[in-house]
C-alpha cells in the first residue's frame, strides 16, 4: 500500500507544479482539468503524509524501546499503543479512500420530483421534499436551477425539475433515487387519520453532448459523376462525393458543389449532422431508460424510504438504517443518510475488492 501512496504522492506533487506552469495557467480548459485532479487527490494525500508521520514515530517509539533507561521504555510502551491504534485508524480511513471512483460521482445533476400516489397530499408531499433537499443543497454551497415546474393543485408539485451544480453532486445525490413514502395526518384529513402517500426522486448524472469525432479510417469515400442542372462542370468530372461511415453505415453524399473538395466537405458536414442526430437519439433514450430504472412505480410499497411524522422516524429500508429525527431532517439536515448509504456502499465495493 505504501508504494501506491508514494506513487500518488508524487502525481499530486507533479499537478502541484503544473498549476504553476504559466503555459498551463494560460490554457483554462488544462488547468480545470489538472486543477480538479489535484483537489481530487488532496485528501487522500492528506491522510498519507499523517500516515507516514506516524509510521516514523513509531519506528522510533521501537527504538525507544531498547532504551535502558526503564523511564524512557515505559514512556515508549504508553506512545507505542497509541500510535499502533492511530495506524489501523489510518489505514482503515485510506482503504476507503483508495476505492476507485464513480468516474459520473463529479457529474452535476438532473434532479427530478414527482408526486405519486396520494392525491393532492403526494403533491404536497413532494413540495416538503423539495423544501428538505433545497436546504441541503444550500448547505452544501451548490448551485440549482428550476427547468421545469408543475404546481399542485392545492399546495406543492406535481413534478419540479432542478438542474444542480457543485462538487461531486451525483456521488452525494445518487442515493436518493426511488419511492419516498410519507405517514402522517394531511392538512387535507378532517379526521386526524394518518395517510399514506408516496412521491418519486431521480437523480440523473448530467451528460454532455460530446464533440463528435470520426476516425478518417472509418471513411470509405467515393467520387461519382454528377448529374442534373448545374452548369458546364456537371456530368463532365467526378465532382459528386459519397461518404460512408463504416461502423454506423451512416451515407452522405453532395454534388452541390463546383469541384470535389466542395463536395468533399458539403458531405463531411452532413455526415457529422446525422452521426451527432444519432448520438444525440441514444443520449435521449439512455437517459429515458436510466429514469425509468431509478424511480420504480411510485407506488407506495416500492419504496426506498420512510418519513413517519406522528414516530418523528426516518427510515431508509435498503440498509435498515432508522433515525429518530425528522424535524431535522426535513430542514435541510440529510447528511447523515446520505453518508450512511455511501459507507454501505463503500464496504460492498471493499468486499468486492478482497473477493478478487
Do not use: C
Given at each position: 500500500?505504501?508504494?501506491?501512496?508514494?506513487?500518488i504522492?508524487n502525481?499530486?506533487v507533479?499537478?502541484?507544479?503544473?498549476?504553476?506552469?504559466?503555459?498551463?495557467?494560460?490554457?483554462?480548459?488544462?488547468?480545470?482539468?489538472?486543477?480538479?485532479?489535484?483537489?481530487?487527490?488532496?485528501?487522500?494525500?492528506d491522510?498519507y503524509?499523517?500516515?507516514?508521520?506516524?509510521l516514523?514515530?513509531?519506528?522510533?517509539?521501537?527504538?525507544?524501546?531498547?532504551?535502558?533507561?526503564?523511564?524512557?521504555r515505559?514512556?515508549?510502551?504508553?506512545?507505542?499503543?497509541?500510535?499502533?491504534?492511530?495506524?489501523?485508524?489510518?489505514?482503515?480511513?485510506?482503504?476507503?479512500?483508495?476505492?476507485?471512483?464513480d468516474?459520473?460521482?463529479?457529474?452535476?445533476?438532473?434532479?427530478?420530483?414527482?408526486?405519486?400516489?396520494?392525491?393532492?397530499?403526494?403533491?404536497?408531499?413532494?413540495?416538503?421534499?423539495?423544501?428538505?433537499?433545497?436546504?441541503f443543497?444550500?448547505?452544501?454551497?451548490?448551485?440549482?436551477?428550476?427547468i421545469?415546474?408543475?404546481?399542485?393543485?392545492?399546495?406543492?408539485?406535481?413534478?419540479?425539475?432542478l438542474?444542480?451544480?457543485g462538487?461531486?453532486?451525483?456521488g452525494?445525490?445518487?442515493f436518493?433515487s426511488?419511492?419516498?413514502?410519507?405517514q402522517r395526518?394531511?392538512?387535507?384529513?378532517?379526521?386526524?387519520?394518518?395517510?399514506?402517500?408516496?412521491?418519486t426522486?431521480?437523480v440523473?448524472?448530467?451528460?454532455e453532448?460530446?464533440?463528435?469525432?470520426i476516425?478518417?479510417?472509418?471513411?470509405?469515400?467515393?467520387?461519382?459523376?454528377?448529374s442534373?442542372?448545374?452548369?458546364?462542370?456537371?456530368?463532365k468530372?467526378?465532382?459528386?462525393?459519397?461518404?460512408t461511415?463504416?461502423?454506423?453505415?451512416?451515407?452522405?453524399?453532395?454534388?452541390?458543389?463546383r469541384?470535389?473538395?466542395?463536395n468533399?466537405?458539403?458531405?463531411?458536414?452532413r455526415?457529422?449532422?446525422?452521426?451527432?442526430?444519432?448520438?444525440?437519439e441514444?443520449?435521449?433514450?439512455?437517459?429515458?431508460?436510466?429514469?425509468?430504472?431509478?424511480?420504480?412505480?411510485?407506488?407506495r410499497?416500492?419504496k426506498?424510504?420512510?418519513?413517519?411524522?406522528?414516530?418523528n422516524?426516518?427510515?431508509?429500508?435498503r440498509?435498515?438504517?432508522?433515525l429518530?429525527?425528522?424535524?431535522?431532517?426535513?430542514?435541510?439536515?440529510?447528511?447523515p443518510?446520505?453518508?450512511?448509504?455511501?459507507?454501505?456502499?463503500?464496504?460492498e465495493?471493499?468486499?468486492?475488492?478482497?473477493?478478487?
Open positions: 500500500m505504501l508504494d501506491k501512496l508514494e506513487l504522492y502525481r499530486y507533479l499537478l502541484e507544479e503544473q498549476l504553476s506552469d504559466p503555459s498551463v495557467i494560460g490554457d483554462m480548459d488544462r488547468f480545470t482539468k489538472i486543477n480538479k485532479e489535484y483537489k481530487g487527490l488532496q485528501e487522500l494525500v491522510s503524509l499523517v500516515y507516514k508521520n506516524v516514523d514515530n513509531l519506528a522510533n517509539a521501537k527504538e525507544m524501546l531498547k532504551d535502558e533507561d526503564t523511564e524512557m515505559e514512556m515508549a510502551k504508553l506512545e507505542l499503543n497509541e500510535l499502533q491504534t492511530r495506524q489501523e485508524e489510518l489505514e482503515a480511513q485510506i482503504r476507503i479512500l483508495l476505492i476507485p471512483k468516474p459520473e460521482d463529479e457529474r452535476d445533476v438532473i434532479f427530478e420530483i414527482r408526486s405519486g400516489t396520494g392525491g393532492d397530499e403526494a403533491s404536497i408531499f413532494a413540495g416538503d421534499l423539495y423544501r428538505m433537499y433545497s436546504r443543497f444550500e448547505r452544501k454551497g451548490w448551485k440549482t436551477e428550476v421545469n415546474v408543475t404546481e399542485g393543485a392545492v399546495g406543492g408539485y406535481s413534478k419540479i425539475v438542474e444542480v451544480n462538487a461531486d453532486v451525483y452525494r445525490l445518487k436518493e426511488g419511492a419516498h413514502r410519507v395526518v394531511p392538512k387535507t384529513e378532517s379526521q386526524g387519520r394518518v395517510h399514506t402517500s408516496a412521491a426522486v431521480v440523473m448524472p448530467k451528460l453532448m460530446e464533440d463528435i469525432n476516425n478518417k479510417a472509418d471513411l470509405k469515400v467515393d467520387t461519382f459523376r454528377a442534373g442542372a448545374g452548369g458546364q462542370h456537371i456530368n468530372t467526378e465532382s459528386a462525393v459519397r461518404i461511415h463504416l461502423p454506423t453505415g451512416v451515407v452522405s453524399e453532395s454534388q452541390d458543389g469541384s470535389q473538395i466542395q468533399r466537405e458539403i458531405a463531411l458536414q455526415l457529422y449532422q446525422r452521426i451527432q442526430e444519432i448520438q444525440r441514444k443520449h435521449n433514450n439512455e437517459v429515458a431508460a436510466k429514469r425509468k430504472s431509478l424511480v420504480g412505480s411510485g407506488d410499497s416500492d426506498i424510504r420512510t418519513y413517519n411524522y406522528p414516530q422516524r426516518v427510515t431508509d429500508h440498509i435498515n438504517l432508522t429518530y429525527n425528522l424535524d431535522q431532517i426535513m430542514e435541510g439536515e440529510i447528511e443518510v446520505v453518508e450512511a448509504l455511501q459507507m454501505a456502499e463503500n464496504a465495493m471493499m468486499k468486492g475488492e478482497e473477493a478478487y
